[in-house]
């Protein structure tokens, strides 16, 4: 399939926002970046555990074009002078091997040019469909309608239910997939579980979702009750969002988001949770085997119709560590 070239332009302050954000999620530091001379110069300082070398260590660098390519020269880190032959690989390696190698992968992948002047720097990039996932979402006419009948099974399934019992996931999942198989065929079936679980989202992740929707298609129900698994509700929500982006294509954007949000919780939320992150991945591969292929499409949802609760589609991973602050985790599991 292919993708789409983009520009993007960021001057100075936009450059020191967007750097400063992402190194912030992982170590306790300060940067800055100048522009001078078609050419960016970086300026870190990091703070570091307790050594013999001191509390923080000094790394600047500075990034140029040439011959159409971007170039890392003049490193020093503390006091050492790093050979300009050495010093894209070193921080390449440095980059690697740490929690920020997401970043640098889809750098890598996906931009094809950059141009640095005094007002900043420009980048061209392809926006690969797997990381659109507005385009993912948009339907066409028969789509959109299927989409729209799931969402009134779902207020139909909503208007039923008893309040004093809670609402699970495979109560939605189960009818949905059922009215699947009945209504498509194999030429349409990967599609046709695309709109479940695009309308079974509006209404588990009715405010997250409609944030990357081109349309509002909120079910048609007042009444709200929480969809979940063993008794979770975030469980289920991370299970069909992650399922919705997998379904939709935006695999890495997925792996990428549910990742973020742990190491995030651990530092500022409510900890690192290993039963969320596990129901990113459920989620994931539920998602993935519904447009496998059309006949892989076709026995899910025999398979989902079948169902007699939730241990059919996702496992028991409530024994599982939760709730991890970012010292526990580096304690346990080294660093974020």
């Known amino acids: 399939m292919s993708s789409t070239r983009n520009t993007l332009h960021l001057n100075k302050q936009d ?10 999620h ?22 570091l555990k307790n050594n013999l070398f001191g509390n923080y260590v000094n790394i600047n660098f500075k990034l140029a074009k040439q011959q159409g390519y971007p170039v890392i020269h003049s490193l020093q880190i503390g006091e050492i002078i790093i050979a300009d032959e050495f010093a894209g690989l070193i921080i390449e390696s440095m980059i690697k091997y740490t929690p920020l190698k997401d970043y640098y992968i889809l750098a890598v992948q996906h931009i094809k040019e950059i141009q640095i002047n005094t007002s ?3 980048i061209t990039y392809n926006a690969s469909p797997d990381l659109n996932l507005k385009d993912k979402l948009k339907l066409n006419e028969n789509h959109f309608q299927s989409v729209l009948f799931y969402q009134q099974q779902i207020t139909h399934i909503i208007a039923r239910h008893d309040p004093k019992w809670r609402l699970s996931l495979s109560e939605l999942l189960q009818p949905l997939f059922k009215a699947a198989y009945h209504r498509s065929m194999p030429y349409n079936a990967k599609a046709e579980n695309r709109a479940v679980l695009i309308a079974i989202s509006t209404y588990v992740n009715k405010h997250e979702i409609q944030t990357y929707l081109p349309f509002d298609i909120s079910p048609a129900t007042t009444l709200q009750y929480p969809a979940s698994l063993y008794k979770r509700t975030d469980m289920a ?7 919705v982006l997998a379904a939709t294509g935006a695999r890495t954007l997925a792996l990428i ?7 995030h919780d651990a530092k500022q939320g409510s900890g690192f949770s290993f039963i969320d992150l596990a129901g990113d991945r459920a989620g994931l591969r539920f998602g993935k085997r519904a447009v496998q292929s059309k006949n892989k499409a076709r026995r899910l949802q025999l398979d989902m119709s079948q169902i007699k ?4 589609f996702m496992p028991d991973v409530r024994d599982l560590p939760e709730n991890l602050n970012e010292q ?3 304690q346990q599991y080294g660093s974020i």
């Open 15 to 24: 450059l020191n926002i967007t750097f400063s954000y992402i190194l912030s």
């Open 26 to 47: 992982y170590l306790s530091s300060a940067s800055q970046i100048t522009i001078s001379d078609q050419q960016l110069a970086f300026n870190l300082a990091i703070l």
């Open 120 to 122: 900043g720097l420009t």
């Open 237 to 243: 929500k991370h299970f069909i969002a992650s399922a």
């Open 257 to 263: 988001l549910g990742e973020e949000k742990e190491l």
């Open 309 to 312: 609760d939730y241990t059919a």
């Open 328 to 330: 526990t985790f580096k």
